[in-house]
C-alpha cells in the first residue's frame, strides 16, 4: 500500500539485509515522510549509512532511532554499527559507550562474528583516529 508506512519499512529492511543500503535508506526515507515517529526506519539509516560509510549520518540516525524507542539501544544491528560510526569519527568515549549498553541489554551478542568483525573495525579506526 503507498500510504502504508509499515510497508515501506519492511522494504527497507529487505533492501539493508540484500546489501542495497542506498535502496534500504530511499525506502525508510518514504516511511518517514509517512510517520515521522518510525523509529525502525531510521534505526535502519543509521545501519545504512554506517555501511555507506557516512558515519556522522549514521550517528544522527542512530540518535532519532533512540529518541523514538529507547529499546533500540538493545538492537546489535544498529548498535554495532554505531559503535562503528563513533569509531570511524575518532569518538573512543561513544564508541565504549555503545558497547556498554548494548551488552547490558544482550551480553550474547559477544560471541558472535558480528561483534568480532565490529572490533576489527572499531580497533583500527582508533587507531587510525589517535595516529599523528
Request: aromatic share 12%.
Amino acid at each position: 500500500s503507498p500510504s502504508s508506512y509499515v510497508a515501506y519499512e519492511m522494504n527497507a529492511t529487505f533492501w539493508l539485509f540484500s546489501g542495497e543500503p542506498r535502496r534500504a535508506i530511499s525506502y525508510a526515507m518514504r516511511a518517514v515522510e509517512i510517520e515521522p515517529k518510525s523509529w525502525w526506519s531510521y534505526r535502519t539509516m543509521a545501519i545504512a549509512y554506517s555501511e555507506l560509510g557516512d558515519h556522522r549520518t549514521a550517528v544522527v540516525m542512530g540518535d532519532r532511532a533512540a529518541e523514538r524507542h529507547a529499546a533500540v539501544s538493545a538492537d546489535p544491528d544498529m548498535m554495532l554499527a554505531l559503535a562503528r560510526s563513533y569509531a570511524a569519527l575518532g569518538d573512543r568515549s561513544m564508541t565504549e559507550t555503545v558497547l556498554s549498553l548494548l551488552f547490558t541489554y544482550r551480553p550474547e551478542v559477544r560471541g558472535t562474528q558480528q561483534y568480532r568483525d565490529t572490533l576489527v573495525f572499531v580497533r583500527r579506526a582508533l587507531e587510525a583516529a589517535s595516529s599523528p
